[in-house]
């Protein structure tokens, strides 16, 4: 983390322009000597490596400063982006997974449907996600009016479920064909295992020796699926998150960034860094709880 965060707050040190900057383009009054007492009192003046020293020692003060662009402190705006993309990830990844899965076991387990497993997860897997929203949108929200085409819920509860199904279906459909192909590559390869055959031969039957014995064995790539999958979605469901107008953490780095608002980018990334790591942590202590030979190494 603090090596990510010395590298963010560099790159984003060395954009063109400085808050300073925007501020005297949009208001003209402001002179040159303005410009120099608001730079030595927001220290920009300063060279980068004492910035960076002096804002990573508030971070960990829990300071995280104020927006410039919303005006209003950073934890104030980072907070309800982060849960609102949390539960789109949440609600996408499980879907996605428990499909793509469901899909390998079948492949796995019936060789003759792995042909049709594989035209879904490449459909699934090449449809630009932008194009499957729009469709979405037309059939369910325009053409039979079941659900809303975007926004979220002002009144909460059971009904902000309705404006969640377009988004998390539209991410699911889009990431099912790792978790489908990855399943059904493992599970098939711990199928021809002799302790499968062994398994058999005690009279389990067909969908205990695929749940029970051969799926834990086999579920390792897909954990590191699902860890990577994580992180990747909470600072990349840009599209999905403009598409249906959800206020997320994709749309927020995007503004933040463009609009060189230098601690709402840097607070947010490092977010978007923190749950990827808990999330590949969390994957290997699943792994370990699954597989006892990683227990022994």
């Known amino acids: 983390m603090a090596i990510l965060s010395f590298a963010m707050f560099l790159l984003i040190g060395l954009m063109p322009g400085d808050p300073i900057d925007l501020a005297i383009a949009g208001d003209p009054r402001l002179t040159a000597e303005d410009a120099a007492r ?18 990573a020692g508030g971070l960990l003060e829990g300071r995280f ?10 934890a104030d705006i980072i907070a309800p982006a982060l849960v609102s993309t949390l ?6 990844l499980l879907l996605a997974g428990g499909i793509g899965i469901a899909l390998g076991l ?14 879904i997860a490449i459909l699934g897997q090449s449809a630009p996600s932008f194009w499957l929203g729009i469709l979405l949108i037309i059939l369910f929200a325009v053409t039979l009016g079941w659900l809303p085409a975007g926004g979220m819920s002002e009144t909460g509860g059971l009904d902000s479920l309705r404006f969640l199904v377009l988004p998390v279906a539209t991410l699911a459909i889009a990431n099912l064909a790792a978790y489908a192909r990855h399943s059904a590559a493992a599970v098939g390869l711990t199928l021809r295992e002799p ?29 590191q699926v699902a860890a990577l999958d994580a992180g990747a979605l909470v600072g990349g469901a840009l599209i999905t998150e403009t598409l249906f ?20 980018a840097l607070v947010a990334l ?16 699943a792994q370990r709880a699954l597989d006892p030979r990683l227990r022994d190494a």
Not at 87 to 92: I, P, Q
């Open 38 to 55: 608001l730079r030595a009192l927001h220290g920009l003046d300063q060279p980068l490596l004492a910035r960076y020293a002096a804002w």
């Open 65 to 74: 400063g104020h927006s410039r662009l919303f005006a209003q402190p950073v």
């Open 87 to 92: 539960v789109l990830l949440g609600g996408a």
């Open 106 to 119: 079948l492949a796995a387990a019936r060789p003759r449907l792995a042909p049709a497993v594989d035209a």
């Open 195 to 223: 302790w499968i055959t062994a398994a058999r031969a005690r009279g389990n039957g067909e969908a205990r020796v695929l749940l029970r014995h051969a799926f834990p064995n086999a579920a390792v790539p897909v954990l």
């Open 245 to 264: 107008a959800r206020p997320g953490m994709g749309k927020l780095i995007y503004d933040a960034v463009m609009g060189n608002d230098t601690n709402l």
């Open 270 to 285: 490092l977010l978007v860094a923190l749950v990827t790591m808990l999330a590949t942590l969390a994957a290997d202590l």
